[in-house]
């Protein structure tokens, strides 16, 4: 089972309600957030369809997904996630490397566990900025859409 983890590229401004609607479900609130769900999650399909033009995203590798959580993985208080925390909250002897396997194996749902790990993560523009336009797909010479692989190298430059 993949997990897909799904970035807000293009901001605020000129958002018809009912994508701006969708993005608020998906807690995109802000550009450069990030958030992860699970790709057999019921409508998440429907809901990418309908704000394609705002975000991308793409399945998310084990390796980038622990950087993730040890650099832009919060705790409640704004505090920076850690072993230790996962070791206590979670009941988790691996730490972080240990979450990150039952997050992708979709044993462990975020959005489901918010009051101990935060959903979102806020990134950084990328480094080297945009290589393409913001306001095209991902295979159209854009950086919107579906990218598949690709999302994990954009990550990295986000972090």
């Known amino acids: 089972m993949a997990v897909y983890a799904i970035i807000r590229i293009r901001g605020t401004v000129d958002v018809p309600p009912d994508v701006e ?13 990030c958030v992860l769900y699970p790709s057999n999650l019921p409508g998440i399909d429907g809901m990418l369809h309908k704000v394609k033009d705002w975000v991308t ?12 959580l040890r650099i832009r993985g919060r705790i409640p208080g704004n505090k920076q996630l850690t072993d230790e925390y996962v070791r206590e909250k979670l009941k988790l002897k691996g730490g972080i490397e240990e979450l990150a396997e039952k997050i992708l194996k979709g044993e462990i749902q975020l959005h489901k566990i918010e009051n101990i790990i935060k959903p979102v993560f806020r990134l950084h523009p990328p480094r080297g900025g945009f290589k393409k336009s913001t306001k095209k797909p991902y295979k159209s010479n854009g950086e919107l859409g579906y990218r598949g692989k690709e999302i994990n190298k954009l990550i990295e430059r986000m972090l």
Do not use: A, C, P
């Not at 609607?21 to 957030?33: D, M």
């Open 21 to 33: 609607y969708t993005l608020k479900l998906l807690r995109l609130h802000k550009k450069f957030h």
């Open 57 to 68: 995203w793409g399945e998310i590798d084990k390796e980038t997904l622990v950087k993730l």
